[in-house]
């Protein structure tokens, strides 16, 4: 047995069963679900992806009902994501798509877990009533001093700053700096809330953790985390799940995210403008 660390949701330990086919049946359907988004999102291959969805949540409702019912959740909020491209885009029409099939995909398995399927395991713990330990204000810290060494040198070494809007507008660099932030709250709410919450109900961390990478990474590829972008953006998400796992608190995986994500817009628009932001010392000349 392969013993699970408490999950943000569920107070009992989840255990995995290496001799037990009905185990491995399990983790095969929730793979071939959080798989579907490296076909739907990384390769953005539609309708080829729903195959995978829909087989994997097919597979966990005939191995175990209550896997099958949290598996149709997690393809849902794929599906709703799946309907727009996630291409950044600036305009008027791109952030209303955004911002309405982005807020769908967390809306509505949150509504059907609580209200159909009848269980809570999907919450947004903003007060938790607990201090941030030092260790947590010290990571800050670190993600900061990481994001400031990495980014600058990852978007413009590998030209990725080219996957993302050209800033020619008048108002392009604002509503960057909007949309990189909402775009990072909003995947905390899906990929942690939500999807490796669900999967945390039935799986060990470990395993839920990698699952959840899975949807993470692909969909930040599509975003525009391309090249070699999943050397940190997958310990990233990892990271992310562990935790919200070991300290149960969305405001502080928000935080997180978002320190980093300042990073990430200044080092965009520091890519299209060379004079603003000069302040990076592994940006390449």
Not at 138 to 150: E, H, M, R, S
Not at 272 to 278: I, Q, W
């Amino acid at each position: 047995m392969l013993a699970g660390m408490t999950s943000p949701v569920i107070e009992a330990p989840v255990t995995f069963d290496r001799s037990d086919a009905r185990d491995w049946l399990r983790l095969s359907a929730a793979a071939l679900v959080c798989a579907a988004a490296i076909v739907l999102f990384a390769l953005h291959e539609r309708p080829e992806g729903y195959i995978p969805l829909v087989a994997g949540v097919a597979l966990g409702w005939y191995v175990d009902r209550s896997l099958g019912k949290d598996l149709a959740l997690i393809a849902l909020g794929q599906a709703i994501i799946s309907t727009i491209s996630l291409e950044a885009d600036l305009s008027n029409a791109g952030i209303a798509r955004f911002a309405i099939a982005l807020s769908l995909a967390v809306a509505v398995p949150w509504a059907l877990a609580r209200w159909v399927v009848g269980h809570s395991a999907v919450t947004f713990p903003v007060r938790t009533g607990r201090k941030w330990t030092r260790a947590q204000w010290w990571y800050l810290a670190v993600v900061i001093v990481a994001g400031y060494l990495l980014l600058p040198f990852y978007f413009i070494g590998s030209g990725a700053y080219l996957n993302w809007p050209d800033l020619s507008g008048d108002t392009d660099v604002a509503r960057l700096f909007v949309g990189v932030n909402a775009v990072g709250i909003w995947d905390e709410l899906f990929f942690i809330c939500v999807v490796f919450a669900l999967l945390c109900r039935h799986f060990p961390l470990w395993w839920a953790n990698a699952l959840q990478t899975l949807v993470f990474v692909s969909f930040l590829w599509e975003l525009g985390y391309r090249e070699w972008a999943p050397v940190f953006t997958i310990p990233f998400a990892l990271i992310q799940g562990w935790l919200f796992a070991r300290w149960k608190s969305f405001s502080y995986v928000v935080t997180v995210h978002l320190l980093f994500d300042a990073v990430v817009f200044a080092a965009l628009v520091h890519a299209r403008h060379p004079d603003l932001f000069d302040i990076f010392v592994t940006a390449p000349r």
